[in-house]
């Protein structure tokens, strides 16, 4: 009975802040205006993010004292995503120099990996075929595990920012992940229902529904970095923890991501390899090039939409039944996308 009511009261309550922030964004210094990234024309309320990071903070500092009898290791999590709002706050309102912004994001990841300890190591099945008692495999586990996830970390929480560009998109690929991500989990480990984790997805579930809702194309209000940076961080809390408790798998989180990393990757090479200003403001991402193709927001965030459960549902589905050939598994799910983000020209302009 608790689930409904923390789902549905997050949901309201994030609509009312979310709302409230629309309503005086402009005293406040939250106008996003076009810019160089952008692909909106007239200035739009910002911030909106705020209304998410305030319901699940709160809502999670009471379900982890409450409800979780380790709670306290859940705390820090909360802090340093709290932290990382913050700061993308304090950039929404003023600007924040990329420096400032990087060394948030290396303390945040680094904290998290001191936190979520034991993880367990990571396997590239090299072939689906096991000859005796050989399987050519590489580990990843140890120190090479954690560097490899401190930089996967502070990538993703960019290359999130980075492809919060059009109305909708970035809201509807953080609920596909957490619902599909903990679901799958829950179907796979019914134990999972029991945990305050559940209970506090479906209350970023809820939030970031409501702010999905006010920032569908064309949008009354966007993320903002203090949602988008907490938002992609609080994903990969997420992630960690589902797979520490060995409820999921670093295939499947792979799988439900590959959409934003592969544009947000693809794009960044191009523009390395065509030696153009790769850390400037551009609007040189598939999607942001598909958008202006269609002249449609819309249709872009639909595609994605599609993408993830006709493509990518499936395959975490099939990566969790047959995990030994998890390495097929994921090319199926990014050479399709990478050969049409190089099509669209991802990169190319701007």
Request: glycine content about 8%.
């Amino acid at each position: 009975m608790i689930l409904p009511i923390i789902f549905f009261g997050s949901a309201l309550i994030s609509w009312l802040i979310i709302t409230l922030i629309r309503r005086y964004a402009g005293q406040v210094g939250l106008i996003a205006q076009s810019n160089d990234r952008s692909s909106h024309v007239e200035p739009t309320p910002s911030g909106g993010g705020l209304g998410i990071v305030l319901v699940c903070t709160l809502t999670g500092l009471y379900l982890f004292f409450v409800y979780d009898t380790a709670g306290a290791s859940h705390i820090w999590p909360l802090s340093l995503g709290l932290l990382l709002a913050c700061v993308g706050l304090w950039d929404d309102i003023q600007h924040v120099s990329a420096r400032i912004r990087a060394l948030t994001q290396i303390i945040c990841c680094l904290g998290l990996l001191v936190v979520v300890d034991s993880l367990p190591a990571g396997y590239i099945n090299f072939s689906p075929i096991s000859f005796g008692l050989l399987t050519p495999s590489l580990e990843l586990s140890g120190v090479v595990l954690s560097i490899l996830l401190l930089i996967s970390g502070v990538w993703w929480i960019n290359l999130f920012n980075f492809m919060d560009g059009i109305d909708g998109l970035a809201g509807i690929q953080a609920l596909f992940m957490i619902i599909v991500g903990w679901g799958v989990s829950a179907w796979m480990h019914p134990e999972v229902l029991s945990s305050p984790l559940w209970l506090w997805a479906s209350c970023i579930v809820g939030a970031t529904s409501a702010f999905t809702v006010l920032n569908w194309p064309p949008a009354s209000i966007f993320m903002g970095d203090v949602g988008s940076t907490w938002l992609a961080f609080i994903i990969f809390v997420l992630g960690l923890l589902s797979i520490q408790s060995g409820w999921s798998t670093y295939t499947v989180w792979l799988i439900l991501s590959a959409v934003f990393i592969t544009d947000a990757t693809v794009t960044l090479l191009t523009r390395i390899l065509r030696n153009k200003r790769w850390y400037s403001a551009h609007r040189s991402h598939a999607y942001q090039q598909l958008a202006r193709r269609w002249s449609s927001h819309r249709s872009v965030t639909l595609l994605a939409l599609a993408i993830n459960i006709f493509l990518l549902l499936p395959l975490v589905f099939i990566s969790l039944l047959w995990p030994q050939w998890n390495l097929v598994w994921l090319g199926c799910a990014y050479v399709p996308l990478i050969v049409g983000t190089i099509k669209l020209g991802a990169g190319k302009n701007n």
